[in-house]
């Protein structure tokens, strides 16, 4: 909202007007947290345009998801394009089509390769820079160094945690382009000085789009990713099974219906965890394969090594992994595992290649078909639906959106709803609810994270649960914690 569509504000006269974020918030701003993904955010304000300002349709958003999301769509595409390439480089050109394959039926790469977010343009780069850099080796040429240098800029401004996957890129860039010992003077590399170059142009890029961001630095370093206990083989075993199959090995909310895990998978759990073997197996084989060959077993540390560290880092610092962290790099790994099986097409056991494929691509549908059911006939988080649970009139524009009062406290969301009044404190919320009810007219409340809302708003949650002022929510759960929404509304 703050960086693609704008605020909608409630004047005097209770009409509503959109006031559109400046270029400059959408690019730079960094006061709200980490939490803007740049290139999304550009790319996703382009290809939305303008909000829809008209009062006539008043069961309409103002905005379109489906134009927000363009971007990640076209990435998620070209990740699978990418993917493949980097499979017929790294020697394995009858393994495109498998990798192709695995992840156009991939629920986690389905869902995050369309989310609003900037994990699909990560998903989709990183391979695509790792192209560009093999390529750049192999023939000296300014025209792949070039790319490969502005892709890293891109990668940056895409999401921040790409740092994991381009410290070890370039650290393999610089030790392949020196070619010691053929090379023993790095002064007379050629090729190192060409990677140089095309770093140097990376990172004059890089330098001068964040130079504004430079006073903001200080508060987004200190507001950044949050410390608190959790459990990190839990999140080391659910990245294990997400990887091959999408689907979580540890159940992350019990009471929620969408919480499925891989022992609930139909048609029998024993085929999800044949893919899971059958997925890191091939990881594996494509590592030996990778460490077999002098000059590409560099490559292995870059396709495998960035979720590691991640993982390792965070164990060390005690920051919070959300199991979504690893997702950018997910091509990479679906890379490795595709590495394998075109080396097996290519060899003289072909019969026996192609059948185990053609099984994996009857066993893969039948695994994945379940969770992507849920993906797709569920939001991730269900805002459109609850807000209509509320409101009938969804269109701030519309002159009937004051109908039904809602209180804004905790968790709520000022795209969807931006009619809703805001409480910041128990008193605050108190004082609205009051003034609503001498109006007559319904009053709800949409929020979600109970926990966490009780602890900070402990007297408004004591009114919500009292049965005899607030009727029993009505529940609609989302497809990650802490995404289920929750509808109170006042009794009459």
Request: proline share 7%; glycine share 6%.
């Given at each position: 909202?703050?960086?693609?569509?704008?605020?909608?504000?409630?004047?005097?006269?209770?009409?509503?007007?959109?006031?559109?974020?400046?270029?400059?918030?959408?690019?730079?701003?960094?006061?709200?947290?980490?939490?803007?993904?740049?290139?999304?955010?550009?790319?996703?304000?382009?290809?939305?345009?303008?909000?829809?300002?008209?009062?006539?349709?008043?069961?309409?958003?103002?905005?379109?998801?489906?134009?927000?999301?363009?971007?990640?769509?076209?990435?998620?595409?070209?990740?699978?394009?990418?993917?493949?390439?980097?499979?017929?480089?790294?020697?394995?050109?009858?393994?495109?089509?498998?990798?192709?394959?695995?992840?156009?039926?991939?629920?986690?790469?389905?869902?995050?390769?369309?989310?609003?977010?900037?994990?699909?343009?990560?998903?989709?780069?990183?391979?695509?820079?790792?192209?560009?850099?093999?390529?750049?080796?192999?023939?000296?040429?300014?025209?792949?160094?070039?790319?490969?240098?502005?892709?890293?800029?891109?990668?940056?401004?895409?999401?921040?945690?790409?740092?994991?996957?381009?410290?070890?890129?370039?650290?393999?860039?610089?030790?392949?382009?020196?070619?010691?010992?053929?090379?023993?003077?790095?002064?007379?590399s050629g090729q190192l000085w060409r990677y140089t170059g095309s770093t140097l142009f990376g990172a004059m890029l890089t330098i001068q789009f964040f130079l504004p961001n430079l006073l903001q630095l200080p508060a987004y370093l200190e507001g950044g990713r949050l410390n608190q206990p959790i459990d990190y083989s839990v999140w080391a075993q659910d990245t294990a099974v997400l990887w091959p199959t999408g689907t979580p090995l540890h159940e992350w909310e019990p009471e929620n219906p969408n919480s499925l895990t891989i022992s609930e998978l139909a048609p029998a759990p024993a085929l999800a965890w044949l893919i899971v073997a059958t997925f890191w197996g091939g990881v594996i084989l494509g590592l030996v394969l990778l460490l077999r060959?002098?000059?590409?077993?560099?490559?292995?540390?870059?396709?495998?090594?960035?979720?590691?560290?991640?993982?390792?880092?965070?164990?060390?610092?005690?920051?919070?992994?959300?199991?979504?962290?690893?997702?950018?790099?997910?091509?990479?790994?679906?890379?490795?595992?595709?590495?394998p099986w075109g080396r097996l097409?290519?060899?003289?056991?072909?019969?026996?290649?192609?059948?185990?494929?053609?099984?994996?691509?009857?066993?893969?549908?039948?695994?994945?078909?379940?969770?992507?059911?849920?993906?797709?006939?569920?939001?991730?988080?269900?805002?459109?639906?609850?807000?209509?649970?509320?409101?009938?009139?969804?269109?701030p524009f519309h002159p009937e959106i004051d109908e039904v009062w809602t209180i804004s406290f905790h968790h709520y969301s000022r795209l969807y709803d931006p009619a809703g009044i805001v409480a910041k404190t128990d008193d605050e919320f108190l004082a609205i609810l009051q003034e609503a009810e001498a109006t007559g007219k319904p009053v709800a409340i949409n929020t979600a994270h109970l926990d966490w809302g009780r602890t900070h708003f402990p007297g408004t949650f004591a009114l919500l649960d009292d049965r005899t002022k607030f009727e029993e929510p009505v529940v609609f759960p989302g497809l990650q914690q802490p995404c289920t929404r929750f509808v109170y509304r006042r009794l009459r």
């Open positions: 909202r703050r960086y693609v569509i704008g605020h909608v504000y409630r004047m005097e006269d209770d009409s509503f007007i959109l006031k559109p974020p400046m270029w400059r918030k959408t690019i730079w701003d960094w006061h709200n947290g980490p939490s803007n993904q740049v290139l999304f955010s550009i790319l996703s304000r382009i290809a939305h345009g303008p909000a829809d300002l008209s009062p006539n349709d008043p069961e309409s958003f103002y905005f379109s998801e489906w134009k927000v999301r363009l971007p990640s769509f076209f990435a998620g595409v070209g990740a699978i394009f990418a993917t493949g390439w980097l499979v017929w480089l790294l020697g394995a050109p009858r393994g495109a089509p498998i990798a192709g394959f695995f992840l156009a039926l991939h629920p986690m790469f389905i869902r995050y390769g369309t989310e609003a977010r900037g994990y699909a343009l990560m998903m989709f780069l990183a391979p695509l820079a790792i192209c560009f850099l093999i390529r750049a080796l192999q023939s000296g040429r300014l025209r792949w160094w070039i790319p490969f240098g502005a892709t890293q800029f891109l990668l940056l401004t895409a999401y921040f945690g790409s740092v994991y996957f381009l410290v070890p890129l370039n650290l393999v860039a610089i030790w392949l382009a020196w070619d010691f010992p053929k090379t023993r003077n790095p002064l007379r060959r002098a000059w590409w077993r560099w490559f292995s540390i870059v396709l495998i090594g960035p979720v590691l560290w991640m993982f390792l880092q965070a164990c060390g610092s005690g920051l919070v992994l959300y199991p979504w962290y690893s997702v950018g790099f997910l091509t990479t790994g679906v890379a490795l595992f595709a590495l097409l290519r060899s003289g056991r072909r019969i026996p290649a192609a059948s185990a494929i053609l099984a994996l691509a009857v066993i893969v549908p039948l695994v994945s078909h379940q969770n992507l059911k849920l993906i797709c006939k569920n939001s991730v988080e269900p805002l459109a639906e609850s807000t209509r649970e509320i409101r009938r009139v969804v269109n």
